[in-house]
């Protein structure tokens, strides 16, 4: 079967469906620090195989072979006005409302969150800030530190280069992972499971799964690689959950609900999880997004759904702000600033109700009068630099 032009096309064009995958990532996200949902935190996982498919199509719809460096900064003006500008606003919001408040925010914190090293920064414990909330953005360092190398590869490195490069990253990083792990053998199980969640690194076989299958997009009809890749994701998964409920059972003699402790969720530490999990993790998530994209019934009725795709494009704003909200709401219900581990269960549920509706107001307002402006400034440089640095437009 032969790929046309107009198929080509088709898979570089925007997909609404990939949207409603953001939405349910970023909710789940929002779940799990309202402590209603352990596992959310895998919707992280399933927003870095979205971001390496997404930026490897951008990457192919705007390369211009003839001018490598053209390109690579276009690429870099894209990320910029993508990722900087709720997220600098952000942090800076939080700097200047917390210093309102003769609050002094570490400098190591904020060198760590200008830098982009973030996760290196929480791993040393001093990349917090004191009453505004910035834990999650490790997250955001983690993603600038793979699109730095990825970008160079994809605009200067022949294509035979770059993907060998992506496939090192899927062999090398689960070795990764298990270096760190036998080397911190007999140390607190709970900071070795975070050394391996946030380290430089060792989650880019996620990024390059995505990337891969991009790649693949482009000369591949879908339908002869989705069944290969759900079939993948779907065995890995299982075959995870099904060694690691029995390892509970048989090694560390749990019974009832025990059984599922540290499976997907707990301290992911301890027989290999840490290698593995983010392996099947990747995978599952790769089957998704394989699923959305080939618009297949048994999500569709959930991907195309217009108010979570609507969620969706939101949720890079959502994620940045969904900390502070749901803070806020904790204490309008607890009265208490990070609160939340003192609230029952319905009152868990009332604040991820109102910190998701909160969430979604502000990352609206960030759509409209912070991201929007910033990529339409972005559109005006590309078009004409010089005329748009001198005051001109075009």
Avoid at 49 to 65: E, F, K, M, Q
Avoid at 126 to 147: A, K, N
Avoid at 195 to 210: E, I
Avoid at 305 to 331: D, E, F, K, M
Wanted: net charge positive; aromatic share 12%.
């Amino acid at each position: 079967m032969s790929f046309t032009s107009v198929e080509r096309k088709e898979v570089l064009s925007h997909c609404s469906e990939i949207d409603s995958l953001r939405a349910l990532a970023m909710v789940a996200v929002v779940a799990m620090h309202s402590k209603l949902f352990p596992m959310g935190w895998a919707g992280v996982w399933l927003f870095f195989v979205i971001s390496g498919y997404v930026v490897t199509l951008s990457i192919a719809r705007n390369r211009d072979p003839a001018n490598a460096a053209k390109g690579a900064a276009h690429f870099a003006r894209q990320r910029v006005a993508r990722i900087l500008p709720p997220y600098f606003f952000y942090v800076l919001a939080g700097i200047a409302i917390t210093l309102a408040l003769s609050i002094h925010q570490p400098i190591e914190a904020v060198a760590s969150l200008f830098g982009f090293y973030h996760n290196v920064a929480m791993l040393q414990g001093v990349g917090d800030f004191t009453r505004w909330p910035v834990g999650h953005l490790w997250t955001i360092s983690v993603e600038m530190q793979f699109y730095l190398i990825y970008g160079l590869l994809a605009y200067f490195a022949p294509l035979a280069v770059t993907r060998g490069v992506l496939w090192s990253f899927i062999i090398l990083a689960p070795l990764a992972r298990l270096i760190v792990g036998t080397t911190m053998a007999g140390t607190d199980p709970e900071s070795t499971a975070y050394l391996v969640y946030s380290a430089p690194g060792l989650h880019f076989d996620s990024f390059a799964m995505g990337c891969l299958f991009a790649m693949a997009r482009l000369t591949v009809p879908l339908d002869r690689m989705l069944w290969p890749i759900v079939r993948l994701g779907c065995t890995a998964l299982a075959l995870y959950v099904a060694i690691y409920v029995s390892l509970n059972i048989f090694v560390r003699d749990r019974e009832g609900l025990e059984i599922i402790r540290d499976v997907v969720s707990g301290i992911l530490y301890g027989e290999g999880r840490e290698v593995f999990l983010y392996t099947a993790l990747g995978l599952g998530s790769l089957a998704l997004l394989a699923l959305t994209i080939a618009r297949h019934p048994s999500v569709q009725f959930i991907t195309g759904r217009p108010l979570l795709q609507w969620i969706g494009r939101l949720s890079y704003g959502g994620y940045i702000y969904h900390a502070l909200c749901l803070n806020i709401a904790v204490v309008l219900i607890g009265g208490k600033w990070s609160g939340m581990a003192d609230l029952s269960v319905p009152e868990r549920g009332v604040v991820f109700c109102i910190g998701l509706a909160m969430t979604l107001a502000m990352a609206q307002l960030s759509w409209w009068f912070i991201e929007q402006p910033a990529a339409a400034a972005v559109r005006r440089f590309g078009k004409g630099g010089r005329a748009v640095a001198t005051g001109a437009t075009r």
